[in-house]
């Protein structure tokens, strides 16, 4: 395939699903390694300090942001494109097209519980990622305290519960039109999909929401 045949490919319908199901795969792999890193929140302060500095200075992942940051964007604009385009083609929200299932909940707010979800980041980044970054070397503040006040805040609390709420309902229909945007779903292994993918957003949401639920409610 040649630049011109790639650029029109990527220029479809068809390309822009599989440019969109592609970057979200790569975040649901970042969902889970996020995860795996605030589950040191439990073995206590040094170790999640630890984990967090570690992350941090890896070179590797230290890339992975910015390739992270890329993907999420291009993941918005590519959705909000195609939801405007499947709006004004067919009057109605289509992420995907299933040919094995009826349209959900999920896949016809795709568009609106990513734009909660975006609005969520800039609030996590603000809240998390710019004070972990910097105040922590400027006011000796741990990574650790940061999180734990946090939740400790029960408006915050409530917003970051909500939240993976409404991500659960995003995974929930991205995670199966993810694998047939990409060609690896037929018939026989639907099945096997929609269970997969009810077990990951179900993981992420409750996963999540359990650390900030736990912290709020214990002292430590």
């Known amino acids: 395939m040649n630049y011109s045949e790639s650029f029109n490919f990527l220029q479809s319908s068809i390309g822009k699903k599989v440019v969109m199901a592609t970057t979200g795969v790569f975040l649901m792999i970042f969902l889970l390694l996020h995860l795996s890193v605030n589950l040191f929140l439990f073995s206590g302060e040094k170790a999640f300090n630890e984990a967090v500095f570690f992350m941090r200075k890896n070179i590797f992942i230290r890339i992975m942001e910015y390739v992270l940051a890329i993907g999420f964007v291009i993941h918005i ?40 979800i975006l ?42 519960v909500f939240s ?10 991205g995670f199966q039109s993810s694998f047939q945007s990409l060609g690896l779903s037929n018939e026989k292994r639907w099945l096997w999909i929609q269970r997969f993918g009810f077990l990951y957003f179900w ?18």
Do not use: Q
């Not at 083609?89 to 959900?104: F, L, P, Q, W």
């Not at 409404?166 to 229909?173: A, E, K, P, V, Y």
């Open 77 to 116: 604009l590519l959705g909000i494109k195609l939801h405007l385009e499947n709006k004004k083609r067919k009057g109605e929200i289509d992420y995907a097209v299933n040919s094995y299932s009826t349209s959900s909940f999920s896949s016809r707010t795709m568009v609106y519980t990513g734009i909660l």
């Open 164 to 173: 993976f709420l409404i991500l659960g309902i995003h995974l929930n229909h």
């Open 119 to 160: 609005c969520f980041l800039i609030l996590h980044l603000i809240n998390f990622m710019i004070p972990m970054k910097y105040s922590n070397h400027l006011h000796s503040i741990s990574d650790y305290n940061i999180v734990v006040s946090l939740f400790k805040n029960p408006v915050y609390t409530f917003i970051y």
């Open 203 to 220: 993981l992420i949401c409750s996963g999540f929401s359990l650390i900030a639920i736990w912290f709020f409610f214990n002292d430590n």
